[in-house]
């Protein structure tokens, strides 16, 4: 059963920044797409950034130019690098995978939490 396991949440100050691991426990070569979402406390889960296996990324509107999606085949492993983080990216990131004839698989999830 494939796997992924989200790493690197934590608490930063407004203006900071983190990167989000997504380790994947096959090959991600396997994956048509992988991507992040997040939950705010109280709100829908939103779609933040998506990355192909051929390398093509895709931004939600509300992070373009502040957060960057990224993969390393050789660890199997995605990233998102938020800079500049504010108290309104606080949310639950969860990582998904998506693969050909299969549901879409989810990690457990990691919490950010921007705040003073």
């Known amino acids: 059963q494939v796997q992924l396991v989200e790493s690197g949440g934590g608490l930063v100050q407004p203006g900071g920044s983190l990167r989000l691991s997504c380790a994947a426990s096959?090959?991600?070569?396997?994956?048509?797409?992988m991507g992040w979402y997040r939950q705010p406390p109280g709100k829908q889960r939103e779609l933040l950034a998506t990355?192909?296996?051929?390398?093509?990324?895709d931004y939600a509107d509300s992070v373009k130019g502040r957060f960057t999606i990224s993969r390393d085949n050789a660890e199997n492993t995605v990233y998102l690098q938020m800079n500049n983080l504010e108290a309104e990216d606080t949310a639950v990131y969860y990582c998904?995978?998506?693969?050909?004839?299969?549901?879409?698989?989810w990690g457990q999830g990691t919490q950010v939490t921007v705040s003073s």
């Open positions: 998904y995978a998506n693969r050909a004839y299969n549901p879409r698989t």
């Open positions: 990355i192909t296996s051929g390398g093509s990324t």
């Open positions: 096959v090959s991600i070569f396997s994956f048509s797409a």
